[in-house]
Protein backbone atom coordinates (compact mmCIF):
# COMPACT_ATOMS: atom_id res chain seq x y z
CA UNK A 1 0.00 0.00 0.00
CA UNK A 2 0.92 3.69 -0.72
CA UNK A 3 1.94 5.75 1.89
CA UNK A 4 -0.74 8.75 2.36
CA UNK A 5 2.15 11.01 2.03
CA UNK A 6 2.89 9.62 -0.96
CA UNK A 7 -0.46 10.08 -2.52
CA UNK A 8 -0.61 13.37 -1.32
CA UNK A 9 2.57 14.59 -3.56
CA UNK A 10 1.77 12.48 -6.49
CA UNK A 11 -1.66 13.84 -6.36
CA UNK A 12 -0.15 17.39 -6.08
CA UNK A 13 2.20 16.50 -8.99
CA UNK A 14 -0.11 15.21 -11.08
CA UNK A 15 -2.49 18.61 -10.98
CA UNK A 16 0.69 20.99 -11.18
CA UNK A 17 1.20 18.88 -14.82
CA UNK A 18 -1.91 19.51 -15.80
CA UNK A 19 -1.78 23.27 -14.73
CA UNK A 20 1.16 23.80 -17.33
CA UNK A 21 -0.45 22.11 -19.96
CA UNK A 22 -3.64 24.35 -19.36
CA UNK A 23 -1.27 27.32 -19.62
CA UNK A 24 0.56 26.31 -22.73
CA UNK A 25 -2.61 25.37 -24.28
CA UNK A 26 -3.75 28.73 -23.46
CA UNK A 27 -0.88 30.73 -24.26
CA UNK A 28 -0.99 28.67 -27.86
CA UNK A 29 -4.22 29.96 -28.54
CA UNK A 30 -3.33 33.42 -27.57
CA UNK A 31 -0.51 32.76 -30.38
CA UNK A 32 -3.06 31.38 -33.09
CA UNK A 33 -5.79 33.89 -31.86
CA UNK A 34 -4.85 36.97 -35.07
CA UNK A 35 -4.32 33.69 -37.71
CA UNK A 36 -8.01 32.36 -36.62
CA UNK A 37 -9.79 35.83 -36.03
CA UNK A 38 -8.16 37.38 -38.99
CA UNK A 39 -10.34 35.43 -41.28
CA UNK A 40 -13.24 35.54 -39.37
CA UNK A 41 -13.49 39.50 -38.99
CA UNK A 42 -12.42 39.77 -43.09
CA UNK A 43 -15.64 37.59 -43.71
CA UNK A 44 -17.39 39.50 -41.12
CA UNK A 45 -16.86 43.07 -43.21
CA UNK A 46 -17.61 42.10 -46.32
CA UNK A 47 -21.10 39.92 -45.23
CA UNK A 48 -21.70 43.18 -43.90
CA UNK A 49 -20.90 44.98 -47.10
CA UNK A 50 -23.31 42.74 -49.08
CA UNK A 51 -25.88 42.86 -46.78
CA UNK A 52 -25.62 46.38 -46.68
CA UNK A 53 -25.46 46.54 -50.20
CA UNK A 54 -28.15 44.70 -50.87
CA UNK A 55 -30.13 46.20 -48.82
CA UNK A 56 -29.22 50.28 -49.83
CA UNK A 57 -30.29 48.45 -53.47
CA UNK A 58 -33.41 47.28 -52.73
CA UNK A 59 -34.85 51.04 -51.19
CA UNK A 60 -33.16 52.43 -54.47
CA UNK A 61 -34.95 52.56 -57.54
CA UNK A 62 -32.11 52.45 -59.85
CA UNK A 63 -31.73 52.54 -63.72
CA UNK A 64 -31.37 49.43 -65.36
CA UNK A 65 -27.70 48.30 -67.11
CA UNK A 66 -26.27 45.45 -68.84
CA UNK A 67 -23.90 42.83 -67.53
CA UNK A 68 -20.95 43.76 -66.44
CA UNK A 69 -17.28 42.25 -66.36
CA UNK A 70 -14.52 42.85 -63.28
CA UNK A 71 -12.43 45.27 -63.32
CA UNK A 72 -13.56 46.67 -67.04
CA UNK A 73 -17.60 46.94 -65.87
CA UNK A 74 -19.21 47.84 -69.68
CA UNK A 75 -15.96 49.14 -71.26
CA UNK A 76 -15.67 46.66 -73.23
CA UNK A 77 -19.55 47.20 -75.10
CA UNK A 78 -18.52 50.78 -75.82
CA UNK A 79 -16.71 49.73 -78.92
CA UNK A 80 -15.26 51.71 -81.98
CA UNK A 81 -18.21 54.39 -82.22
CA UNK A 82 -19.84 54.70 -78.48
CA UNK A 83 -22.53 56.96 -79.38
CA UNK A 84 -23.55 54.06 -81.76
CA UNK A 85 -22.77 51.22 -79.30
CA UNK A 86 -24.99 53.15 -76.32
CA UNK A 87 -27.88 53.50 -78.64
CA UNK A 88 -28.04 49.79 -79.52
CA UNK A 89 -27.69 49.57 -75.58
CA UNK A 90 -30.57 51.94 -74.66
CA UNK A 91 -32.81 50.42 -77.41
CA UNK A 92 -32.22 47.16 -75.05
CA UNK A 93 -32.54 48.57 -72.11
CA UNK A 94 -34.22 51.57 -72.23
CA UNK A 95 -33.72 55.90 -72.49
CA UNK A 96 -32.03 55.69 -69.15
CA UNK A 97 -29.34 53.54 -68.74
CA UNK A 98 -26.22 52.69 -66.33
CA UNK A 99 -22.97 51.41 -68.04
CA UNK A 100 -19.91 50.86 -66.05
CA UNK A 101 -16.31 52.93 -66.92
CA UNK A 102 -14.39 50.42 -64.81
CA UNK A 103 -15.42 51.19 -61.41
CA UNK A 104 -17.43 54.08 -62.31
CA UNK A 105 -21.14 54.16 -62.91
CA UNK A 106 -22.59 56.48 -65.85
CA UNK A 107 -26.28 57.36 -66.45
CA UNK A 108 -27.03 57.07 -69.97
CA UNK A 109 -29.59 59.71 -71.37
CA UNK A 110 -31.34 58.53 -74.80
CA UNK A 111 -34.49 60.41 -74.87
CA UNK A 112 -36.06 63.57 -75.12
CA UNK A 113 -37.90 63.69 -72.00
CA UNK A 114 -34.91 61.76 -69.82
CA UNK A 115 -32.64 65.05 -71.44
CA UNK A 116 -35.43 67.69 -70.79
CA UNK A 117 -35.13 65.93 -67.12
CA UNK A 118 -31.63 66.34 -66.95
CA UNK A 119 -30.52 69.32 -68.56
CA UNK A 120 -34.23 71.29 -67.88
CA UNK A 121 -36.02 70.52 -64.66
CA UNK A 122 -32.83 69.60 -61.97
CA UNK A 123 -30.61 71.47 -64.33
CA UNK A 124 -28.71 72.30 -61.14
CA UNK A 125 -28.12 69.46 -59.63
CA UNK A 126 -26.47 68.27 -62.90
CA UNK A 127 -24.31 71.04 -63.96
CA UNK A 128 -21.03 70.24 -62.52
CA UNK A 129 -18.22 68.00 -64.46
CA UNK A 130 -16.02 64.97 -63.34
CA UNK A 131 -12.52 65.51 -64.14
CA UNK A 132 -9.73 63.16 -65.16
CA UNK A 133 -5.83 63.28 -65.30
CA UNK A 134 -6.06 63.96 -68.96
CA UNK A 135 -8.05 67.03 -68.41
CA UNK A 136 -6.54 68.53 -65.33
CA UNK A 137 -2.80 68.33 -67.43
CA UNK A 138 -4.44 70.04 -70.69
CA UNK A 139 -6.84 72.05 -69.40
CA UNK A 140 -4.84 74.27 -66.91
CA UNK A 141 -6.57 72.33 -64.00
CA UNK A 142 -9.93 72.38 -65.49
CA UNK A 143 -10.10 76.15 -65.44
CA UNK A 144 -11.92 76.88 -68.53
CA UNK A 145 -15.53 77.26 -69.17
CA UNK A 146 -16.25 73.90 -70.40
CA UNK A 147 -14.91 71.70 -68.11
CA UNK A 148 -14.72 73.72 -64.30
CA UNK A 149 -16.91 72.18 -61.98
CA UNK A 150 -19.78 73.58 -61.41
CA UNK A 151 -19.54 76.72 -58.38
CA UNK A 152 -18.93 80.53 -58.53
CA UNK A 153 -15.59 80.16 -60.30
CA UNK A 154 -17.43 78.44 -63.30
CA UNK A 155 -20.19 81.65 -62.97
CA UNK A 156 -17.97 83.97 -63.36
CA UNK A 157 -15.86 82.40 -66.29
CA UNK A 158 -19.29 82.16 -67.95
CA UNK A 159 -20.01 85.54 -67.04
CA UNK A 160 -16.98 86.62 -69.11
CA UNK A 161 -17.54 84.68 -72.32
CA UNK A 162 -21.42 85.21 -72.34
CA UNK A 163 -21.03 89.10 -71.47
CA UNK A 164 -17.62 90.16 -72.77
CA UNK A 165 -16.30 87.65 -75.37
CA UNK A 166 -19.28 85.75 -77.41
CA UNK A 167 -22.12 88.20 -77.29
CA UNK A 168 -24.12 89.55 -80.07
CA UNK A 169 -22.00 92.80 -80.54
CA UNK A 170 -19.11 90.89 -80.20
CA UNK A 171 -19.57 88.81 -82.63
CA UNK A 172 -20.75 91.30 -85.66
CA UNK A 173 -17.36 93.16 -84.64
CA UNK A 174 -15.81 90.78 -86.20
CA UNK A 175 -17.65 90.59 -89.58
CA UNK A 176 -14.65 92.07 -91.74
CA UNK A 177 -12.64 88.80 -90.61
CA UNK A 178 -15.08 86.25 -91.40
CA UNK A 179 -15.80 88.03 -94.61
CA UNK A 180 -11.83 88.07 -95.35
CA UNK A 181 -10.83 85.13 -94.77
CA UNK A 182 -13.85 83.53 -96.50
CA UNK A 183 -13.01 85.42 -99.83
CA UNK A 184 -9.51 84.27 -99.47
CA UNK A 185 -10.46 80.54 -99.30
CA UNK A 186 -12.75 81.33 -102.48
CA UNK A 187 -9.66 82.82 -104.33
CA UNK A 188 -7.86 79.88 -103.15
CA UNK A 189 -10.47 77.25 -104.46
CA UNK A 190 -10.74 79.35 -107.78
CA UNK A 191 -7.10 78.44 -108.31
CA UNK A 192 -7.67 74.52 -108.30
CA UNK A 193 -9.15 75.27 -112.20
CA UNK A 194 -11.96 72.54 -111.60
CA UNK A 195 -9.04 70.22 -110.40
CA UNK A 196 -9.90 67.91 -107.31
CA UNK A 197 -9.54 69.69 -103.94
CA UNK A 198 -9.07 68.38 -100.21
CA UNK A 199 -12.24 70.46 -99.25
CA UNK A 200 -11.17 69.12 -95.43
CA UNK A 201 -7.99 71.02 -95.29
CA UNK A 202 -9.68 73.99 -96.42
CA UNK A 203 -12.18 74.57 -94.33
CA UNK A 204 -9.77 72.98 -91.56
CA UNK A 205 -7.35 76.28 -92.37
CA UNK A 206 -10.17 78.68 -93.31
CA UNK A 207 -11.88 77.97 -89.38
CA UNK A 208 -8.21 78.08 -87.67
CA UNK A 209 -7.33 81.31 -89.40
CA UNK A 210 -10.69 83.07 -88.20
CA UNK A 211 -10.44 82.04 -84.87
CA UNK A 212 -6.51 82.96 -84.46
CA UNK A 213 -7.64 86.46 -85.85
CA UNK A 214 -9.96 86.89 -83.67
CA UNK A 215 -8.78 85.51 -80.46
CA UNK A 216 -5.11 86.75 -81.13
CA UNK A 217 -5.52 89.53 -83.34
CA UNK A 218 -4.21 88.01 -86.25
CA UNK A 219 -2.48 84.70 -87.87
CA UNK A 220 0.95 83.28 -87.00
CA UNK A 221 3.35 81.88 -88.78
CA UNK A 222 4.76 78.18 -88.10
CA UNK A 223 7.22 79.07 -86.60
CA UNK A 224 6.15 82.22 -84.22
CA UNK A 225 6.99 81.97 -80.47
CA UNK A 226 8.92 78.50 -81.25
CA UNK A 227 6.21 76.86 -81.61
CA UNK A 228 3.87 75.51 -84.47
CA UNK A 229 0.45 76.35 -82.70
CA UNK A 230 -1.48 74.86 -85.32
CA UNK A 231 -0.15 71.11 -85.28
CA UNK A 232 0.10 71.46 -81.32
CA UNK A 233 -3.21 72.12 -81.00
CA UNK A 234 -4.07 69.41 -83.37
CA UNK A 235 -1.98 67.37 -81.16
CA UNK A 236 -4.33 68.73 -77.91
CA UNK A 237 -7.43 67.82 -79.88
CA UNK A 238 -6.23 64.23 -80.48
CA UNK A 239 -5.02 63.76 -76.57
CA UNK A 240 -8.20 64.80 -75.65
CA UNK A 241 -10.50 63.18 -77.07
CA UNK A 242 -8.88 59.85 -76.70
CA UNK A 243 -10.77 57.32 -73.84
CA UNK A 244 -7.66 55.76 -71.19
CA UNK A 245 -8.87 52.79 -69.42
CA UNK A 246 -6.12 54.66 -67.36
CA UNK A 247 -8.83 57.19 -66.40
CA UNK A 248 -11.76 55.02 -65.60
CA UNK A 249 -9.69 52.44 -63.59
CA UNK A 250 -7.01 54.17 -61.40
CA UNK A 251 -4.75 50.96 -60.99
CA UNK A 252 -4.12 50.53 -64.53
CA UNK A 253 -2.88 54.33 -64.16
CA UNK A 254 0.68 52.82 -64.61
CA UNK A 255 0.07 51.95 -68.05
CA UNK A 256 -0.39 55.83 -69.19
CA UNK A 257 3.89 56.12 -68.40
CA UNK A 258 4.63 52.53 -70.18
CA UNK A 259 3.09 53.75 -73.21
CA UNK A 260 4.49 57.10 -73.36
CA UNK A 261 0.88 58.99 -72.71
CA UNK A 262 1.90 61.52 -69.56
CA UNK A 263 4.89 62.23 -71.25
CA UNK A 264 2.96 63.37 -74.72
CA UNK A 265 0.98 65.03 -72.12
CA UNK A 266 3.54 66.76 -70.89
CA UNK A 267 5.21 67.90 -74.01
CA UNK A 268 1.89 69.31 -75.35
CA UNK A 269 0.54 71.15 -72.31
CA UNK A 270 3.86 72.69 -72.21
CA UNK A 271 4.26 73.67 -75.96
CA UNK A 272 1.29 75.43 -75.97
CA UNK A 273 1.93 77.07 -72.64
CA UNK A 274 5.20 78.18 -74.31
CA UNK A 275 2.80 79.55 -77.27
CA UNK A 276 0.19 81.53 -75.33
CA UNK A 277 2.22 83.14 -73.17
CA UNK A 278 4.21 84.54 -76.29
CA UNK A 279 0.71 86.18 -77.52
CA UNK A 280 0.13 87.35 -74.37
CA UNK A 281 3.32 89.19 -74.12
CA UNK A 282 2.85 90.68 -76.99
CA UNK A 283 -0.40 92.26 -76.34
CA UNK A 284 0.71 93.31 -73.32
CA UNK A 285 3.06 95.09 -75.00
CA UNK A 286 1.24 96.73 -77.32
CA UNK A 287 -1.26 97.46 -74.45
CA UNK A 288 2.20 99.08 -72.64
CA UNK A 289 2.51 101.32 -76.04
CA UNK A 290 -0.86 102.38 -76.04
CA UNK A 291 -1.72 101.05 -79.13
CA UNK A 292 -5.54 100.65 -79.19
CA UNK A 293 -6.35 101.75 -82.42
CA UNK A 294 -7.13 98.35 -83.33
CA UNK A 295 -10.43 96.34 -82.99
CA UNK A 296 -10.05 94.41 -79.80
CA UNK A 297 -9.59 90.58 -79.85
CA UNK A 298 -10.75 88.24 -77.27
CA UNK A 299 -7.40 88.09 -75.39
CA UNK A 300 -7.30 92.21 -75.47
CA UNK A 301 -10.95 91.79 -73.89
CA UNK A 302 -9.55 89.02 -71.03
CA UNK A 303 -6.49 91.27 -70.52
CA UNK A 304 -9.24 94.35 -69.90
CA UNK A 305 -11.03 91.74 -67.35
CA UNK A 306 -7.82 91.42 -65.95
CA UNK A 307 -6.85 95.35 -65.26
CA UNK A 308 -10.58 95.69 -64.77
CA UNK A 309 -10.65 96.59 -60.26
CA UNK A 310 -14.29 96.64 -60.18
CA UNK A 311 -14.62 93.39 -61.57
CA UNK A 312 -15.29 91.60 -58.20
CA UNK A 313 -12.87 88.71 -58.78
CA UNK A 314 -9.63 87.88 -60.05
CA UNK A 315 -8.66 86.53 -63.12
CA UNK A 316 -5.39 84.77 -63.24
CA UNK A 317 -3.07 84.70 -66.04
CA UNK A 318 -3.95 80.54 -66.30
CA UNK A 319 -7.72 81.52 -66.86
CA UNK A 320 -7.01 83.84 -69.70
CA UNK A 321 -4.49 80.74 -71.26
CA UNK A 322 -7.33 78.15 -70.72
CA UNK A 323 -10.71 80.26 -72.51
CA UNK A 324 -8.69 81.24 -75.05
CA UNK A 325 -7.66 77.24 -75.40
CA UNK A 326 -11.17 76.61 -75.10
CA UNK A 327 -12.75 78.53 -77.65
CA UNK A 328 -9.66 78.23 -80.16
CA UNK A 329 -10.19 74.47 -80.05
CA UNK A 330 -14.07 74.26 -79.80
CA UNK A 331 -14.31 77.13 -82.09
CA UNK A 332 -12.38 75.66 -85.21
CA UNK A 333 -12.98 71.44 -84.86
CA UNK A 334 -16.56 72.74 -84.19
CA UNK A 335 -17.07 74.60 -87.40
CA UNK A 336 -14.97 72.34 -89.58
CA UNK A 337 -16.35 68.92 -88.91
CA UNK A 338 -20.12 70.73 -89.55
CA UNK A 339 -19.14 72.41 -92.58
CA UNK A 340 -17.19 68.61 -93.71
CA UNK A 341 -20.68 66.83 -93.19
CA UNK A 342 -22.79 69.70 -94.93
CA UNK A 343 -20.87 69.56 -97.98
CA UNK A 344 -20.69 65.77 -97.76
CA UNK A 345 -24.50 65.44 -97.36
CA UNK A 346 -25.08 67.87 -100.32
CA UNK A 347 -22.65 65.64 -102.83
CA UNK A 348 -24.77 62.92 -102.35
CA UNK A 349 -27.94 64.66 -102.57
CA UNK A 350 -28.40 66.55 -105.37
CA UNK A 351 -31.92 67.30 -105.30
CA UNK A 352 -31.12 69.28 -101.77
CA UNK A 353 -27.54 71.07 -103.43
CA UNK A 354 -29.68 72.42 -106.01
CA UNK A 355 -32.14 73.88 -104.29
CA UNK A 356 -29.59 75.66 -101.70
CA UNK A 357 -27.76 76.69 -105.45
CA UNK A 358 -30.92 78.46 -106.49
CA UNK A 359 -31.89 80.26 -102.84
CA UNK A 360 -28.99 82.03 -102.94
CA UNK A 361 -28.24 82.87 -105.95
CA UNK A 362 -31.15 84.12 -106.58
CA UNK A 363 -30.86 86.64 -103.58
CA UNK A 364 -27.39 87.61 -104.60
CA UNK A 365 -28.46 88.08 -108.37
CA UNK A 366 -25.55 89.35 -109.88
CA UNK A 367 -23.06 89.50 -107.52
CA UNK A 368 -20.55 86.90 -106.83
CA UNK A 369 -20.08 86.96 -103.79
CA UNK A 370 -22.29 86.40 -100.47
CA UNK A 371 -22.29 89.01 -97.75
CA UNK A 372 -23.74 88.71 -94.43
CA UNK A 373 -26.45 91.08 -94.75
CA UNK A 374 -27.89 88.52 -97.03
CA UNK A 375 -27.87 85.08 -94.63
CA UNK A 376 -31.47 86.40 -93.10
CA UNK A 377 -33.07 85.82 -96.37
CA UNK A 378 -31.58 82.41 -96.75
CA UNK A 379 -33.98 79.87 -95.11
CA UNK A 380 -33.31 77.19 -97.15
CA UNK A 381 -29.52 77.20 -96.03
CA UNK A 382 -30.24 77.86 -92.31
CA UNK A 383 -32.78 74.37 -92.98
CA UNK A 384 -29.33 72.47 -94.46
CA UNK A 385 -27.10 73.83 -91.40
CA UNK A 386 -29.99 72.44 -88.87
CA UNK A 387 -30.57 69.15 -90.68
CA UNK A 388 -26.61 68.59 -91.09
CA UNK A 389 -26.52 69.18 -87.26
CA UNK A 390 -29.75 66.98 -86.34
CA UNK A 391 -27.84 63.99 -88.51
CA UNK A 392 -24.08 64.81 -87.48
CA UNK A 393 -24.41 66.50 -84.17
CA UNK A 394 -20.22 67.41 -83.78
CA UNK A 395 -20.28 65.94 -80.39
CA UNK A 396 -22.36 63.27 -80.42
CA UNK A 397 -22.06 62.43 -76.88
CA UNK A 398 -22.20 65.79 -74.80
CA UNK A 399 -19.61 66.71 -72.72
CA UNK A 400 -20.38 64.32 -69.12
CA UNK A 401 -21.82 66.25 -66.46
CA UNK A 402 -22.02 65.30 -62.72
CA UNK A 403 -24.47 65.18 -60.12
CA UNK A 404 -24.24 67.10 -56.89
CA UNK A 405 -27.35 66.13 -55.22
CA UNK A 406 -29.91 63.06 -55.26
CA UNK A 407 -32.41 63.41 -58.09
CA UNK A 408 -35.51 61.47 -59.38
CA UNK A 409 -35.70 61.33 -63.23
CA UNK A 410 -38.51 59.29 -64.91
CA UNK A 411 -38.84 57.17 -61.66
CA UNK A 412 -35.24 56.36 -60.91
CA UNK A 413 -33.41 56.93 -58.23
CA UNK A 414 -30.30 59.17 -59.16
CA UNK A 415 -27.72 59.30 -56.40
CA UNK A 416 -25.26 62.44 -56.21
CA UNK A 417 -22.03 61.87 -57.59
CA UNK A 418 -23.21 60.26 -60.66
CA UNK A 419 -21.27 60.62 -63.97
CA UNK A 420 -24.18 61.59 -66.76
CA UNK A 421 -23.75 61.20 -70.42
CA UNK A 422 -26.17 62.34 -72.94
CA UNK A 423 -26.31 60.88 -76.70
CA UNK A 424 -27.24 63.60 -78.45
CA UNK A 425 -26.61 61.67 -81.33
CA UNK A 426 -29.30 59.36 -80.59
CA UNK A 427 -31.76 61.44 -79.20
CA UNK A 428 -31.84 63.28 -82.57
CA UNK A 429 -32.55 60.28 -84.06
CA UNK A 430 -35.61 59.16 -82.57
CA UNK A 431 -38.11 58.06 -85.05
CA UNK A 432 -40.39 59.67 -82.52
CA UNK A 433 -39.44 62.87 -83.00
CA UNK A 434 -39.24 62.71 -87.35
CA UNK A 435 -40.46 60.56 -90.01
CA UNK A 436 -36.89 58.91 -91.41
CA UNK A 437 -34.98 60.05 -89.13
CA UNK A 438 -31.75 58.74 -91.03
CA UNK A 439 -32.65 60.31 -94.11
CA UNK A 440 -31.40 64.07 -94.95
CA UNK A 441 -34.39 66.04 -95.43
CA UNK A 442 -33.22 69.92 -94.80
CA UNK A 443 -36.87 70.75 -96.16
CA UNK A 444 -38.65 69.54 -92.53
CA UNK A 445 -36.72 72.61 -91.17
CA UNK A 446 -38.12 75.36 -93.08
CA UNK A 447 -42.30 75.63 -91.47
CA UNK A 448 -40.89 74.30 -88.24
CA UNK A 449 -39.31 76.86 -85.42
CA UNK A 450 -37.35 74.03 -84.15
CA UNK A 451 -33.78 75.50 -83.31
CA UNK A 452 -30.49 73.98 -81.65
CA UNK A 453 -30.06 76.83 -78.82
CA UNK A 454 -31.01 74.31 -76.00
CA UNK A 455 -35.22 75.00 -76.35
CA UNK A 456 -36.37 71.71 -78.26
CA UNK A 457 -34.72 69.04 -76.66
CA UNK A 458 -35.05 66.76 -79.44
CA UNK A 459 -32.54 68.76 -81.10
CA UNK A 460 -29.35 69.63 -78.74
CA UNK A 461 -26.04 69.50 -80.47
CA UNK A 462 -24.57 72.34 -78.47
CA UNK A 463 -26.15 70.95 -75.20
CA UNK A 464 -28.76 72.81 -73.34
CA UNK A 465 -29.00 74.13 -70.03
CA UNK A 466 -26.58 75.89 -67.57
CA UNK A 467 -23.89 74.32 -70.07
CA UNK A 468 -25.13 74.86 -73.27
CA UNK A 469 -22.34 75.77 -75.39
CA UNK A 470 -21.90 80.01 -74.98
CA UNK A 471 -20.54 80.11 -79.09
CA UNK A 472 -23.68 79.31 -80.83
CA UNK A 473 -23.78 82.47 -82.56
CA UNK A 474 -20.10 82.64 -83.44
CA UNK A 475 -20.01 79.44 -84.77
CA UNK A 476 -23.62 80.06 -86.74
CA UNK A 477 -22.27 83.03 -88.28
CA UNK A 478 -18.98 81.77 -89.20
CA UNK A 479 -20.73 78.47 -90.86
CA UNK A 480 -23.49 79.96 -93.25
CA UNK A 481 -21.11 82.58 -94.43
CA UNK A 482 -18.71 80.14 -95.82
CA UNK A 483 -21.49 77.58 -96.97
CA UNK A 484 -23.21 80.16 -98.17
CA UNK A 485 -20.16 81.55 -100.15
CA UNK A 486 -19.01 77.62 -101.87
CA UNK A 487 -22.63 77.32 -103.22
CA UNK A 488 -22.76 80.50 -105.02
CA UNK A 489 -19.44 80.48 -106.62
CA UNK A 490 -19.02 76.86 -107.44
CA UNK A 491 -20.62 74.44 -108.52
CA UNK A 492 -19.57 70.95 -106.97
CA UNK A 493 -19.11 67.81 -107.85
CA UNK A 494 -17.31 63.99 -106.66
CA UNK A 495 -14.37 63.50 -108.75
CA UNK A 496 -13.74 61.43 -111.49
CA UNK A 497 -17.43 61.78 -112.04
CA UNK A 498 -18.43 59.06 -108.85
CA UNK A 499 -21.61 57.80 -107.21
CA UNK A 500 -22.79 60.11 -104.28
CA UNK A 501 -23.67 56.63 -102.87
CA UNK A 502 -19.93 55.87 -103.28
CA UNK A 503 -19.07 58.11 -100.87
CA UNK A 504 -17.34 56.78 -97.61
CA UNK A 505 -19.45 58.23 -94.83
CA UNK A 506 -17.21 56.99 -92.03
CA UNK A 507 -17.01 58.54 -89.01
CA UNK A 508 -13.50 59.56 -87.14
CA UNK A 509 -14.70 59.76 -83.65
CA UNK A 510 -12.51 61.96 -80.81
CA UNK A 511 -12.88 65.50 -79.48
CA UNK A 512 -15.63 65.81 -82.26
CA UNK A 513 -17.15 63.42 -84.71
CA UNK A 514 -15.79 64.10 -88.42
CA UNK A 515 -15.02 62.20 -91.04
CA UNK A 516 -12.36 59.81 -91.53
CA UNK A 517 -11.29 59.93 -94.94
CA UNK A 518 -10.72 63.72 -96.26
CA UNK A 519 -13.40 65.11 -98.43
CA UNK A 520 -11.99 65.21 -101.85
CA UNK A 521 -14.69 67.46 -104.30
CA UNK A 522 -14.29 69.40 -107.50
CA UNK A 523 -15.15 72.79 -107.49
CA UNK A 524 -16.53 74.52 -111.06
CA UNK A 525 -16.27 78.45 -110.90
CA UNK A 526 -19.51 79.71 -111.96
CA UNK A 527 -20.03 82.99 -114.27
CA UNK A 528 -22.74 85.56 -112.72
CA UNK A 529 -23.08 86.84 -116.18
CA UNK A 530 -24.63 83.79 -118.37
Known sequence: MLKRGNLSNQAMLYLHTKMLQSGFQQLKLLCLQPLTVLPLIIFIYLLY????????RAKKNLPPSPPKLPILGNIHLLGTYPHRSLKSLSDRYGELMVVHLGKTPALVVSSEKAATEIMKTHDAKFSSRASNKTARKLLYNCRNVAAAPYGEYWRQMKSICVLQLLNSKRVLSFRSVREEETALLMEQIEKASSSTVNFSDLVMTLTSNVICRVA???????????????KVLK????LLGRFRVGDCIPFLGWTNKLDGWDAKLDKVAKEYDLFLEYVLKEHQDHRNRQNHSKIKDLV??????QEDETAGFPLERDSIKAIILNVFSAGTDTTYTVLEWAMTELLRHHTVMEELTNEVRGITGKRSDVH???LEQMKYLKAVIKETLWLHPPIPLLVPRLSTEDAKINGYDIPSGTLVITNAWAIQRNPASWDDPEEFNP?????????????DFRFIPFGAGRRICPGITFAAANIELVLANLVCKFDWTLPGGAKAESLDMTECVGLT???????????????VDQ
Open 49 to 56: KWVFRTGS
Open 216 to 230: FGRKYSATEGGVDFK
Open 235 to 238: EFEE
Open 300 to 305: DVLLDV
Open 372 to 374: EDD
Open 443 to 455: GKFLNSSTDYKGQ
Open 513 to 527: AHRKTPLLAVATPVN
